[in-house]
C-alpha cells in the first residue's frame, strides 16, 4: 500500500470508528413516532450543525489541518485534493439526510447520527491537539461550537428515536396500535 | 528567540540527512529510507522542524496515477542551525571515536 493511501485510511480510521457506532445507533434506536414538531426542530438544529461545520471545515483548511494532523499520528501530509473532497463528499450526504430526518426516514438517522458524533469528536479532539502542540493547532477556533452543536443534536436524536428492541416489545404485545 | 529544539537521535538523524544535500528536497520516504526510520517516528519530527521554521516544505507537481507528495528542505535557518548541531557535536564524537579506539 503506497504512504499516501495509508496516511488517508489510517488517518481517517477515526471517523469510521464514528461512522461504525452511527450504523449500529440507527439499528438500535427507531424513529419514535408522533414527533414531527420534534424532528422539525431536530433537522432545523442539524441544518445549523452544518453550517457551523462548513466554518470548521474552512477553518481547518485555511490553516492547513490536513498537512499538520496525520504528523501527529505519524503518517504523511494529506493532500489538500483529498481533503476538499472528502469533507464536501460528507456535506453532500448530510445536506441531502437534513430532509430525511425532518419527514422521519431511518435510512436519514444514520448520516445525522454520526454528524452528531463526528462534531463531538472535533470538540474534544482538537483542544487536546493543541495541547499536544503546545500552542494553537488548526480548528481550534470553532471546534468547541461544533463540539456543543453535536451534543445537542446527539441529545435531540435520542428524543426523538427510542430503543428499537423496546418498540418491537411493545408492538407484539398491543398488536392495535 | 525560538527555544532551542531538544534533539533526539532521531531527529540528529533527520537533520544530518538534509546535511548530506542541504539544498535539496526531500521526500519522507528517502528520508525514512536513509534514516532507517518508521513513518511513526519520523513525520512528528518532520512537523517539529517544519514549525520551528527549520525546514520548508512544498508539493510535488501531481502526476497522473500518482498521489502528490509532500516534500521537505531545510531553510537557511535549518541549515545553519544543522551546521552549528554538527560542530557542537564534533568534539564529543571525536572523544567517542578515541574512546573506542581505547
Redo the contacts between chains.
Keep these: 500500500m503506497n504512504e499516501s493511501l495509508r496516511s488517508e485510511l489510517v488517518g481517517t480510521s477515526g471517523l469510521a470508528l464514528a461512522a461504525a457506532a452511527a450504523l449500529v445507533l440507527t439499528i438500535l434506536r427507531a424513529p419514535a413516532p408522533s414527533q414531527s414538531d420534534a424532528r422539525r426542530r431536530t433537522a432545523a438544529l442539524f441544518v445549523a450543525g452544518l453550517m457551523i461545520y462548513a466554518l470548521h471545515f474552512l477553518e481547518e483548511y485555511a490553516t492547513r489541518f490536513y498537512e499538520r494532523f496525520p504528523p501527529v499520528l505519524g503518517l504523511s501530509p494529506w493532500p489538500a485534493g483529498f481533503f476538499i473532497v472528502f469533507n464536501l463528499s460528507w456535506l453532500l450526504v448530510w445536506v441531502l439526510a437534513a430532509p430525511g430526518l425532518r419527514a422521519g426516514y431511518r435510512v436519514a438517522y444514520f448520516p445525522v447520527w454520526f454528524f452528531a458524533i463526528a462534531m463531538m469528536g472535533n470538540g474534544v479532539a482538537h483542544p487536546l491537539l493543541s495541547v499536544y502542540a503546545r500552542g494553537y493547532f488548526p480548528g481550534l477556533i470553532t471546534s468547541p461550537l461544533a463540539g456543543i452543536v453535536g451534543f445537542w443534536l446527539w441529545s435531540r436524536l435520542r428524543a426523538i428515536t427510542e430503543s428499537a428492541h423496546g418498540k418491537t416489545r411493545t408492538t407484539s404485545s398491543s398488536p392495535n396500535q | 528567540m525560538r527555544p532551542r529544539l531538544r534533539l533526539s537521535p532521531q531527529t540528529i538523524d533527520v537533520l544530518d540527512d538534509f546535511l548530506e544535500t542541504p539544498r535539496s528536497w526531500k521526500y ?2 528517502d528520508i525514512s529510507r536513509n534514516t532507517g526510520l ?7 519530527i ?2 517539529r522542524l517544519a ?1 520551528r521554521e527549520l525546514l520548508e ?1 512544498s ?1 510535488e507537481a ?1 502526476e497522473p496515477g500518482r ?4 516534500m521537505y528542505r531545510l531553510t537557511p535557518d535549518g541549515l545553519r542551525y544543522a551546521r552549528e548541531e554538527r560542530r557542537s557535536r564534533a568534539p564529543r564524537r571525536a572523544r567517542q571515536a578515541a574512546l573506542a579506539r581505547g
Design positions: 519522507g520516504y518508521k513513518s511513526g517516528t519520523l513525520y512528528p518532520l512537523m514549525e516544505s508539493w501531481a498521489p502528490p507528495r509532500h
